[in-house]
């Protein structure tokens, strides 16, 4: 159940185009993250999900979405147009990172250092392909810079579930899933601050200004 709460919020969180829903869904998201890690027996990485990804990641999304001094107030609805060739180049790396990480999941199982049958919690596994599938499609598909760090984000929690899902959450695995939520948090808020910056400069919310439409 919990597993499939994850996948309809990340869905809402990246398909919104109501920017300020868009994130509420992904504080949401970001909740449910925390129940889960409670549920498995990690406490205090459930302490830091709520912190790190809920509370303080959640806050950076919604100050790029504010107003602070003399930078004006982003648009709160997501309408850029589409571009082709820009597009298909952001395709091009998604699918180079699936098949880097499907050649080093080859690698291990046909290594015998990892086994999907012996997993430690095989119903995470799914649920991270899932949310790590929707996180790609996003980043590459979404060309609002905002969209693309609600989907770096997801991508991330993917990435936490499917570690989860074939290494449990022994001490050390804990430890590298709560360097990742530091490390999405500092990436979070950095980019809001250079969204903020571009949109007071330039009055976009893209790297391809000359494209943007708001």
Do not use: Y
Request: with cysteine.
């Amino acid at each position: 159940m919990t597993s499939i709460a994850l996948i309809l919020l990340a869905l809402l969180c990246l398909l919104d185009r109501q920017l300020a829903r868009a994130c509420l869904a992904f504080i949401a998201f970001a909740l449910v993250m925390a129940f889960a890690w409670w549920r498995l027996g990690a406490p205090w990485l459930a302490v830091a999900e709520a912190v790190l990804g809920a509370l303080l990641t959640g806050a950076a999304l919604f100050h790029a979405l504010g107003r602070a001094g003399d930078v004006p107030r982003l648009p709160q609805r997501d309408t850029t147009p589409r571009s082709g060739v820009q597009a298909a180049a952001r395709w091009l790396a998604v699918l180079a990172w699936l098949l880097l990480a499907g050649l080093a999941l080859v690698g291990l199982l046909a290594s015998e250092r990892l086994s999907l049958r012996g997993a430690a919690m095989p119903t995470l596994v799914p649920a991270g392909l899932g949310v790590m599938a929707l996180g790609l499609w996003a980043f590459a598909h979404h060309r609002h810079l905002l969209r693309r760090l609600l989907a770096f984000n997801v991508l991330g929690s993917g990435v936490f579930l499917l570690l989860a899902g074939l290494a449990g959450t022994a001490p050390e695995v804990q430890g590298l899933i709560l360097v990742g939520l530091a490390v999405a948090l500092v990436g979070s808020v950095l980019g809001a601050l250079l969204l903020r910056r571009l949109h007071a400069l330039e009055g976009s919310v893209t790297l391809e200004p000359e494209a943007a439409h708001e």
